[in-house]
């Protein structure tokens, strides 16, 4: 039997994905009085962001930090009761060149880092200073990324750092990005330097890390009368005659007033039959990449850098992040936890390969980068995949991004794909879903009003 859209009178909201994304709008609409239902294809909430059983200890799945500059993700934290359990940390920067290992934690340090010359440092610093200060990045769109890097770092610059950077982070796909996306990244890791400690890089994370934060979700959402379904796949959504929504499943439809799909775009063009086809088109416009990441828990350290940035293109993962650099190892029972990630097309031969064939790739690389690290030192190792990570940020991308409202009456769309000005991150996730929530609440007091004039 179909549930009822809203049996107390009580505007009922179903979100499909118990990702950042969903939780967050789930637990804002609560606390405006919304009644509301998560409905999660996979067993465990959290999505991207959500944690995992390493053994000795649990922490997130991928990686991830709090900037001092995310206030939507410190506002949900507060509002959760966690502020005190956050934590703040400095971190040093590192790189990796075919000559050896940098830190480029300082500006002594960047002066002394032999990958460039006087002028080309020169012209590195001054080039991060003007992109820091651009205040919208939409304009960057009509530019490539290797164009304006070269116009803006000069091209010895570019060549040495820049070039094997984006390949590092792009792969392939690299020769279809903007400028913006460049521009983003280098404007919000800029935002989270000290400038009171020397322009030192702050970060932070909730002390238990995103299980922490889930868990508090889950508690208020449940104890505001939110309800979490979990292993039940959305095979269809349609709309009713009388403007709700149905999530059809193999059990049958849940019905809504108004829904949110927080899923991949691809994904969300195949679920709803009634999207015109304009708005099909923008949703399947967008390119994703997808993500293979080894983990490797270490019985020590492998550097002193939270991350490691790669200048040679010839190792087959982005960087190396060294989470136990900002987090303390009380968190991690005393051992060291290692991210190798490598951003990659959906369709690439890497999703397809074994765990055994992935880490041979990676532990050949990383035997080169680390001499010295042997087969002992890891206690465990781990691979994760995800195929649809992050949109890719081509040309004019603005263009082609879907907008909230997606045509078909009361059904609303926040995804990764509308965020603008900034990268992937769980911050720009939580902006998202409280833009969500703002677009139903106003939706619904319109309606409100609309029907106690009639």
């Keep these: 039997m179909p549930e009822a859209a809203s049996s107390n009178g009580r505007t009922h909201v179903g979100i499909l994905g118990g990702g950042i994304t969903g939780l967050a709008a789930a637990f804002y609409l609560l606390r405006a009085g919304v009644q509301v239902t998560v409905v999660e294809a996979r067993p465990q909430l959290g999505g991207l962001a959500t944690y995992f059983d390493f053994g000795p200890f649990h922490w997130d799945k991928y990686y991830h930090c709090v900037l001092t500059s995310d206030r939507p993700l410190q506002t949900l934290i507060e509002d959760l009761g966690l502020s005190e359990e956050l934590r703040w940390r400095e971190t040093k920067v590192g790189f990796y060149a075919k000559s050896g290992l940098y830190s480029v934690s300082s500006s002594l340090e960047f002066l002394r880092f032999p990958l460039l010359s006087l002028w080309e440092k020169f012209r590195f610093g001054l080039g991060i200073i003007y992109a820091s200060r651009i205040p919208d990045g939409r304009d960057l769109e009509k530019v490539s990324v290797t164009e304006w890097l070269t116009r803006i770092f000069g091209k010895g610059c570019y060549q040495k750092m820049w070039a094997p950077l984006l390949k590092c982070k792009l ?231 879907p907008p909230m409202e997606t045509g078909v009456p009361n059904l609303l769309l926040a995804n990764t794909t509308q965020i603008i000005n900034s990268t992937l991150n769980n911050n720009e996730m939580v902006k998202i879903a409280r833009q969500a929530v703002d677009r139903i609440l106003k939706n619904a007091a319109q309606g409100a009003a609309i029907g106690a004039r009639s």
């Design 171 to 401: 792969g392939s796909c690299r020769e279809e990005a903007s400028a913006a996306f460049i521009w983003a990244t280098i404007a919000r890791l800029y935002s989270t330097r000290d400038r009171d400690a020397g322009q030192k890089e702050r970060l932070g994370y909730v002390r238990g890390g995103y299980r922490a934060v889930f868990t508090r979700l889950i508690e208020e959402i449940e104890r505001m009368g939110g309800k979490l379904v979990t292993g039940v796949p959305v095979e269809r959504i349609e709309s009713r005659p009388d403007g709700g929504i149905d999530f059809v499943t193999a059990n049958g439809p849940m019905s809504f007033d108004r829904a949110v799909v927080t899923s991949p775009s691809h994904v969300a063009s195949a679920l709803v039959p009634e999207l015109s086809r304009e708005y099909v088109n923008k949703l399947n416009a967008v390119k994703y990449l997808g993500i293979v990441c080894t983990v490797l828990v270490l019985k020590r350290s492998l550097t002193p850098f939270y991350v490691t940035n790669l200048t040679t293109d010839d190792v087959p993962f982005t960087g190396v992040i060294e989470m136990t650099n900002l987090i303390s190892l009380e968190e991690t029972g005393g051992r060291h936890l290692i991210y190798l990630p490598k951003y990659i097309a959906p369709g690439d031969p890497l999703f397809q390969a074994s765990d055994e064939e992935v880490w041979s790739l990676f532990q050949k690389h990383l035997s080169k980068m680390f001499p010295d690290l042997q087969e002992s030192d890891i206690e465990r190792k781990f691979i994760f995949r995800e195929k649809l990570v992050q949109p890719l940020p081509v040309m004019h991308y603005s263009d082609i991004v």
